[in-house]
């Protein structure tokens, strides 16, 4: 179907409150539940704090309120949880544009039934690491990170809302051409509207108080009426000039992630001598692969290579020529093989590099369509 763009609104004046815009996600988060559409929902929530973000799987509709609003010091990713425990189960998930391309490739090799799911897409123009995010704060905003109540993405700035009240911003272009800001690969970021999902809710182009959503397929519509019908959403038509300041955005952010892009993968990308270095680093602790939404062979080919070996593990660069083989032409740049590197090891670069050039050969576009990757082979099932 074609798309469709609505403004919606919770009609819950405490979820309004809680929620980041308009709070139609929580609402329709509830609703699915209440109206046993789904057996379960699968979302983000606050541990400890807004730095600690952790995946949050509920039953009971009262306990959805828990998890309003955005986290953006939160790179978490949900897509494989779904794949890996959920797959017996109807659920509603809630899901940054990383996590969709990750759901879409562990559908292709249907580790899940698509029919089960409800995939609530949000717009996403960045994450932040939460201790580094936490360092930059004390440098940048000159405030205590225990005092900010919320963070958000807006008009080019990182902006922190204080206990006090008070808001402080400063301009992301400032903060990234000094090293902070946003996680690199989320730098280089293609994907900001999830068009692989049911419906994709964000503040872009949005009124004051309310989501803008566009509705992408039939699913989404229908889920959308039914809350709407049910009382526990209104919804209004945007003007053409908010669809058009969106459009815009995203064109925006398209073009700065192009500048990244250049820099990351080709002017500033590791030479064979840097690589080899980072290889030397490497202590084998297997964090990358386990954390890779996509590394999805049910036996780990180098574990089974450990085994052969009589337990001695395989070189870094074997261990690494194992998984980019298996794995590169479907990576999704997520970064998390980034992030829990304990050796600070640029891998995301090297994966996602080898992904586009088999996107330029072959026509794969990682996370998106149904086919899977020409190559690809199903013994690795
Ligand atoms: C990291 C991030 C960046 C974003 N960037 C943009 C942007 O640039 N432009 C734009 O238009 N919109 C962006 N959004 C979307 C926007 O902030 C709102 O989430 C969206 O408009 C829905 O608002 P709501 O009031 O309907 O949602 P709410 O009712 O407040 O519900 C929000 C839902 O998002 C879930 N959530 C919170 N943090 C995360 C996370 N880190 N990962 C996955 N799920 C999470 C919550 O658990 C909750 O279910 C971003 C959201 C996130 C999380
Ligand atoms: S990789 Fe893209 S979708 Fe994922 S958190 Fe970063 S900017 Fe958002
Ligand atoms: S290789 Fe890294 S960036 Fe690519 S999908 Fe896996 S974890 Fe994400
Ligand atoms: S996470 Fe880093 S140190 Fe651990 S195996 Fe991967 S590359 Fe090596």
Same mark, same amino acid.
């Given at each position: 179907?074609?798309?469709?763009?609505?403004?919606?609104?919770?009609?819950?004046?405490?979820?309004?409150?809680?929620?980041?815009?308009?709070?139609?996600?929580?609402?329709i988060?509830?609703?699915?539940?209440?109206?046993k559409?789904?057996?379960?929902?699968?979302?983000?929530?606050?541990?400890?704090?807004?730095y600690?973000?952790?995946?949050?799987?509920?039953?009971?509709?009262? =306990?959805?309120?828990?998890?309003?609003?955005?986290?953006?010091c939160?790179?978490?990713?949900?897509?494989?949880?779904?794949?890996?425990?959920?797959?017996?189960?109807?659920?509603?998930?809630?899901?940054k544009?990383?996590?969709?391309?990750?759901l879409?490739?562990?559908?292709?090799?249907?580790?899940f039934?698509?029919?089960?799911?409800?995939?609530?897409?949000?717009?996403?123009?960045?994450?932040?690491?939460?201790?580094?995010?936490?360092?930059?704060?004390?440098?940048?905003?000159d405030?205590?990170?225990?005092?900010?109540?919320?963070?958000?993405?807006?008009?080019?700035?990182?902006?922190?809302?204080?206990?006090?009240?008070?808001?402080?911003?400063? !301009?992301?272009?400032?903060?990234e051409d000094?090293?902070?800001?946003?996680?690199?690969?989320?730098?280089?970021?293609?994907?900001?509207?999830?068009?692989?999902?049911?419906?994709v809710?964000?503040?872009?182009?949005?009124?004051?108080?309310?989501?803008?959503?566009?509705?992408?397929?039939?699913?989404?519509?229908e889920?959308?009426?039914?809350?709407?019908?049910?009382?526990?959403?209104?919804?209004?038509s945007?003007?053409?000039?908010?669809?058009?300041?969106?459009a815009?955005?995203?064109?925006?952010?398209?073009?700065?992630?192009?500048?990244?892009?250049?820099?990351?993968?080709?002017?500033?990308?590791?030479?064979?001598?840097?690589?080899?270095?980072?290889?030397?680093r490497?202590?084998?602790?297997?964090?990358?692969?386990?954390?890779?939404?996509?590394?999805?062979?049910?036996?780990?080919?180098?574990?089974?290579?450990?085994?052969?070996?009589?337990?001695?593990?395989? =070189?870094?660069?074997?261990?690494?020529?194992?998984?980019?083989?298996?794995?590169?032409?479907?990576?999704?740049?997520c970064?998390?093989?980034?992030?829990?590197?304990?050796?600070?090891?640029?891998?995301?670069?090297?994966?996602?590099?080898?992904? !586009?050039?088999?996107?330029?050969?072959?026509g794969?576009?990682?996370?998106?369509?149904?086919?899977?990757?020409?190559?690809?082979s199903?013994?690795?099932?």
């Open positions: 179907m074609d798309s469709e763009f609505l403004e919606i609104k919770s009609k819950d004046d405490e979820v309004c409150k809680l929620g980041e815009c308009g709070g139609s996600v929580t609402s988060l509830k609703y699915l539940l209440e109206s559409l789904v057996d379960k929902v699968l979302t983000i929530g606050k541990y400890d704090d807004i600690d973000g952790v995946p949050v799987l509920i039953e009971n509709p009262k =306990d959805v309120n828990k998890t309003a609003g955005s986290l953006h939160a790179p978490t990713m949900i897509g494989d949880l779904v794949s890996k425990f959920l797959n017996d189960f109807k659920v509603g998930v809630v899901v544009p990383c996590d969709s391309m990750a879409n490739e562990l559908e292709k090799r249907k580790r039934d698509r029919d089960n799911l409800y995939i609530i897409g949000l717009n996403c123009g960045g994450t932040l690491m939460p201790h580094p995010a936490q360092k930059m704060f004390e440098l940048f905003y405030v205590n990170p225990e005092d900010i109540l919320k963070e958000e993405i807006d008009k080019g700035q990182i902006i922190i809302e204080l206990k006090d009240g008070t808001e402080k911003g400063v !301009k992301i272009d400032d903060l000094k090293g902070w800001g946003r996680r690199e690969n989320c730098q280089r970021c293609e994907i900001m509207i999830p068009r692989n999902t049911d419906l809710c964000g503040n872009w182009g949005a009124d004051d108080g309310w989501t803008f959503v566009e509705i992408i397929t039939e699913k989404g519509k889920l959308i009426q039914a809350g709407i019908k049910a009382g526990v959403i209104e919804s209004k945007p003007k053409q000039e908010q669809i058009e300041k969106r815009k955005l995203e064109k925006i952010m398209i073009n700065l992630m192009k500048k990244f892009e250049t820099k990351h993968l080709e002017t500033e990308y590791p030479s064979l001598e840097e690589w080899d270095k980072y290889w030397n490497c202590i084998e602790c297997y964090g990358c692969r386990d954390v890779c939404p996509i590394c999805w062979c049910r036996e780990c080919e180098i574990e089974k290579l450990n085994k052969e070996n009589h337990s001695k593990s395989p =070189d870094p660069l074997t261990f690494q020529g194992v998984k980019l083989s298996h794995m590169s032409y479907s990576c999704i740049n970064g998390q093989c980034d992030d829990v590197c304990p050796m600070e090891i640029p891998l995301s670069k090297l994966f996602y590099k080898l992904q !586009k050039k088999y996107r330029k050969k072959t794969y576009n990682a996370g998106f369509g149904e086919e899977l990757p020409p190559l690809y199903p013994e690795m099932e």
